[in-house]
């Protein structure tokens, strides 16, 4: 690997994968390649309708625009256990400090009289669409667009590892747990009193796989083996990174990866929207056996948040509102 190849993420044509070609295999493989090195990847060939991420775009940005009382309209606390909404700047922490940030908080769209709604299980429910001519239609089409796509890179992953393609959809995904999440940076200052420092503080994801589509302005950073890299945006592409559990399953051998978000002083408002494609909420998450090179190691000491991945057993959805709930305490206090 060259010097300028350990500073860039790799560009990975996926089209192979989304149409379920031969050549998959190849696409697969420079896959695990890039999950071995830094667990980061840009996928560009993915079959995602560019128009309508721009559309998804343009209508984020009317919502952001308005009045914070306004979009307090639909605020997560009304979200209740589903934990959907909006939250308003700095209404969100990583490891105890505000983000500076606005977002709205969604997922699968479940009725009322869903079951999972009815036992009353945490991050299942319907969303809180705010009144943004279009905007419901539009995220429900982006969520499901790439959704498929989380589907087909799953099938690459479990490919770059020796499994069948179906390893994961067997076992976790088959009805995967989806969150998504539309992110504004606003260019503005901080207030004064405020202990903000990043537009996102270091962290890890928490569940498989992470799509993330980045506006033109940039600010995303990944911390690899070789320091901080920036991941400047690509057009139509996505990034994606790999969470805790895929750490988990592959005994360390693909990693999750540290990562930041700068704050935008840019002059322009940033959008970034983070699909999380992860394992199902009542699935339970085991190691893969077998796998060479996984050695499952305590790496605690090195983690952002002095955590041992390896030694997590039970539900994902159990690890998953063990994270959400630091990062809204009030919220969990109110609902859990």
Not at 272 to 285: C, G, I, K, T, Y
Request: glycine letters at 10%.
């Amino acid at each position: 690997m060259t010097k300028t190849e350990a500073n860039t993420l790799p560009l990975i044509d996926v089209s192979a994968l989304v149409a379920g070609t031969a050549a998959r295999d190849a696409v697969a493989a420079r896959i695990g390649a890039a999950c071995r090195a830094h667990g980061f990847f840009y996928v560009t060939g993915h079959g995602v309708d560019p128009a309508l991420v721009k559309r998804l775009e343009e209508l984020s940005h009317r919502f952001f625009e308005l009045p914070e009382e306004t979009k307090m309209r639909w605020r997560m606390a009304l979200g209740g256990r589903a934990w959907r909404g909006y939250f308003p700047l700095g209404g969100e922490l990583t490891s105890g400090r505000p983000d500076w940030k606005e977002g709205l908080y969604l997922g699968t769209e479940l009725p009322a009289t869903h079951p999972l709604v009815q036992a009353k299980t945490p991050v299942h429910g319907p969303n809180l669409f705010p009144e943004v001519p279009g905007f419901r239609e539009t995220i429900l089409d982006y969520m499901q667009a790439v959704t498929q796509l989380g589907h087909r890179l799953m099938e690459g992953i479990a490919l770059s590892l020796g499994l069948d393609a179906g390893y994961f959809a067997k076992r976790y995904t088959a009805d995967p747990l989806i969150l998504f999440r539309l992110f504004n940076y606003p260019s503005q200052p901080v207030p004064e009193g405020l202990d903000v420092q990043w537009g996102v503080g270091e962290h890890t994801d928490y569940g498989l796989l992470t799509i993330l589509h980045q506006d033109h302005i940039g600010g995303l950073a990944v911390h690899t083996p070789g320091g901080w890299i920036d991941a400047p945006p690509v057009a139509d592409s996505f990034v994606c990174n790999i969470g805790d559990m895929l750490d988990r399953m592959t005994g360390g051998l693909y990693k999750s990866t540290p990562h930041r978000v700068k704050r935008n002083t840019s002059g322009h408002d940033r959008l970034s929207f983070p699909l999380f494609f992860d394992p199902n909420f009542e699935a339970r998450v085991q190691r893969i056996e077998g796998l060479p090179g996984a050695e499952a190691r305590d790496d605690s000491a090195e983690r952002w948040d002095r955590a041992n991945v390896h030694a997590f057993s039970g539900r994902y959805g159990d690890y998953l509102l063990a994270k959400v709930s630091k990062v809204f305490p009030q919220l969990r206090d109110e609902v859990l």
